[in-house]
């Protein structure tokens, strides 16, 4: 036999039965629990009151034989040669199993093995302790069998709730339908009536339109047809400017104050989808451009030689629950549209002065000028809005020596390739653009001093995990230096924010490069 030291081990004495022992085996008969003593064959030396109760074997019948020809077997070769491994390898046990008694009936029993070490410290054989859990087992079986029954009820009450509440909305709709066809039939004497007369200011103002010679012209032509199609309703009209990046208000009618300048094609539905939007007073999926709840308007994009040219927008009664205006107005504002749009294309077609083109033609990105009338609009939205604006200026390291040591194409190729990794880390309403030579900058708008700097972070790391090469050739790694600077804190005008930023830039490079510095409040 081999020496075990385990403290959860029992250890026996190796004095001959005293009255000591009889003691024990009373306190054992009456434990509670079937106790089983195995020695390293699996042969059974001891079996309890208990244990007799459990399985049906008396001690007589048990002591002596193998738990094999006991309660053990319907254990497999293999199972039953892993029980007696792991006796002799003293190895203490928990487990819950199944377990045959004399008569054939299956109990479910936990138990419990310990190894048993004489006062040597030897091992000779194994305590078992077991006990009846089959009644628990059973209990348990049951309550998740009532538990899966309740909630298979409660899934078909849901489901027949949910029909239930979609038939009703069906009949409801139904009802609603059938009552918007009868209200549509009794007026469409009316709306044909008017439409007529809307149709023949519609073809004078076309006439008009087409022989505009300049677009202000035009303009006025299409305020005096709002004037007259929307008598009750304030209107305006936007177009894109050539660059695509804003719209500009061209006129308007019915209103005291003229509407907001500039727009962004980001902030009307109407753009986004490509078609009319439409809004109630109460509707929540509301344009940037007009926020104002309690106000009902219609946006409908204005087209012409297959491109949308700008934005018709009136403020006119619209149904809550339809989601549109009436009939009529909706046929008038479509029609009105599509008269607009081809002449504003033919006049686009007359113009021939061009704003610059605004992006640079290296790196794809927009161009300085862009840069500076995106951060006046982002500063007039964050007035708006409450919202602050940040500024990243980005300058590659050392890149005078790149140049001098790799040539201008491969300069070339360095930037192209950080102007894609600014690309592909910042927000598609964000502005990147080339500032100038090697220095780049970034808008963002509604972002915070913090957001910046994360963000700038986030450029710096993928510019510096950037591998190059040029005609076969490998590159060394390139980095950059960043200033951050944020609006109101460290200016209140573009020219103030951008000299900021480079303030920062600056002292990024003072300090060793490849690192992002914020910019100081409290500078001039």
């Known amino acids: ?129 077991a006990r009846n859990i089959t009644a628990l087992h059973l209990t348990e079986e049951a309550l998740r069998a ?70 202000a012209e035009a303009y006025t032509m299409v305020r005096e047809a709002g004037l007259y199609l929307f008598p009750q309703s304030a209107g305006s009209l936007h177009i894109y400017r050539e660059s695509r990046d804003l719209l500009e208000h061209v006129t308007a009618w019915g209103r005291d104050g003229s509407p907001e300048r500039h727009l962004s094609p980001g902030d009307c539905w109407a753009l986004r989808i490509g078609k009319a939007h439409y809004v109630p007073a109460n509707g929540t999926i509301r344009c940037r451009h007009e926020p104002g709840a309690g106000l009902s308007y219609a946006c409908i994009p204005v087209q012409g030689q297959g491109q949308v040219l700008g934005l018709l927008h009136v403020e006119l009664p619209v149904g809550a629950e339809a989601m549109r205006p009436a009939r009529e107005a909706e046929q008038r504002l479509r029609a009105m549209s599509d008269r607009v749009g081809p002449a504003l294309a033919n006049l686009r077609l007359r113009d021939a002065l061009r704003e610059m083109a605004l992006r640079d033609s290296l790196t794809g990105l927009y161009n300085r000028r862009y840069l500076e009338d995106g951060l006046e609009r982002e500063m007039r939205r964050a007035d708006r809005n409450g919202k602050p604006v940040s500024v990243i200026m980005i300058d590659v390291d050392h890149f005078k020596r790149f140049n001098d040591l790799y040539g201008h194409d491969a300069g070339d190729r360095v930037l192209t390739t950080i102007a894609g990794a600014v690309s592909a880390n910042i927000r598609p309403s964000d502005i990147a653009c080339r500032y100038g030579g090697e220095e780049l900058a970034v808008v963002l708008g509604e972002a915070g001093l913090e957001c910046a700097q994360q963000r700038a972070e986030l450029i710096r790391d993928a510019v510096r995990a950037t591998s190059l090469s040029h005609l076969g050739q490998a590159l060394p790694p390139v980095t950059a230096s960043f200033g951050v600077a944020s609006y109101p804190a460290h200016g209140s005008s573009a020219a103030e924010l951008l000299k900021a930023a480079d303030r920062a830039l600056y002292r990024a490079k003072q300090e060793g490069r490849n690192r992002v510095c914020v910019a100081l409040t409290g500078l001039a």
């Open 1 to 129: 036999m081999r020496a075990i030291s385990r403290p959860a081990a029992a250890i026996i004495p190796d004095a001959a039965p005293s009255s000591g022992d009889s003691l024990l085996e009373q306190i054992l008969d009456q434990i509670g629990e079937a106790v089983i003593v195995k020695d390293l064959d699996a042969v059974v030396t001891y079996w309890n009151h208990e244990a007799a109760a459990l399985y049906g074997f008396t001690a007589q019948e048990a002591v002596g034989r193998s738990l094999r020809e006991l309660h053990a077997a319907d254990l497999s070769d293999a199972d039953y040669e892993r029980v007696t491994q792991r006796i002799r390898a003293g190895q203490p046990t928990s487990t819950s199993t199944e377990r045959r008694t004399k008569t054939g009936e299956t109990v479910r029993v936990h138990i419990r093995t310990t190894p048993l070490l004489d006062r040597r410290g030897e091992l000779v054989g194994e305590i078992t302790v």
């Open 146 to 215: 009532a538990q899966a029954t309740l909630e298979a009820r409660l899934a078909a009450n849901r489901d027949a709730n949910r029909k239930l509440r979609q038939e009703i909305q069906a009949r409801r709709k139904a009802d609603e339908l059938s009552r918007r066809k009868n209200e549509a039939l009794a007026e469409s004497v009316r709306q044909l009536e008017s439409l007529r007369t809307a149709n023949d200011a519609l073809s004078r103002m076309a006439e008009l339109l087409q022989a505009c010679t300049e677009r």
